[in-house]
């Protein structure tokens, strides 16, 4: 695939990490965290990575495995998910994915359960069906509330989603840090140069780390496969799920694999789960027709790797 684009994808998983995903360019991260957050929870000025996968307490030991997560200088924790295409239970997934940072809270002993803040941050590629009739709301900031009062009940539980498809704004409309990063986020891929309204030091350096002829050919070669998985993704769920079929993203998978192209059910679990262990590997090199159907609905929904096969950590 020859890549004719100057600068890369934010969306794919390479661009989202090149990007936001090392300590060495947090600056980045930070700046951009502190566009998205409520006034009163201040302003970040340091984060920790943390590591990106997290074993929970069931009795099944469900994983959960963030594009990214940190914590900030007060112990307040982040995850930052770039959420790259629609997906069913997308909502719960995010509240799911919330109760790991709570859990591992816990204290021996006497404890008094007072938490540090946590914030799920969702950058979406695709509109929520709800919202679809509401092209003026991008960011999105969900709390706890009391219907009765209308108050905030809880204020340590902070979901944020950016709607980036709804962002329209042209260059020259570009008024706010937040502006920018949304354009940025949105339009990256399509920039053949650096807009006089992006000169900013922080946006200097991401049109520096995103320059693709910068790269090695190891890195050219990494990009250029995360970009694949991508297009992959997008055009196996966006069709089912634009065409209103919900068994589309079945059939999109089982009919692909039918025409020798079983290496797309493998690379949509690496997609979203990581490195692949050797019992998926073998159950891969196994399946019937029906496994694959079963797998190719469960990969686009399911929380954990173990739930898409419909078995436990023992296997």
Sequence with gaps: MLIKDRYINPFTDFGFKKIFGSEVNKDLLIAFLNTLLPTEAGTVSDLSFLPNEQVGRSEYERRAIFDLYCENEKGEKFIVEMQRAKQNYFKDRSIFYATFPIQQQAQSGSWNFCLKAVYMVGLL?????????????VHHEVKLVDRSTGAVFYDKLTFIYLELPKF????EELATDFDKWCFLLRHLPELTDRPARLQEKVFLKVFELAEIARYSVIEAEAYEESLKIYRDLKNVVDTAFDEGI????????TQGIAKGESKLLKRLLEHRFGLLPAWVTEKLSSATEQDFEAWGEAVLTAPTLEAVFNTDATH
């Design 125 to 137: 590629d695709f509109v929520f069906d709800e919202d679809k009739a509401d092209n003026d709301v």
């Design 168 to 171: 329209t704004k042209t260059i």
């Design 246 to 253: 919900t068994q589309g993203i079945t059939q999109g998978i």
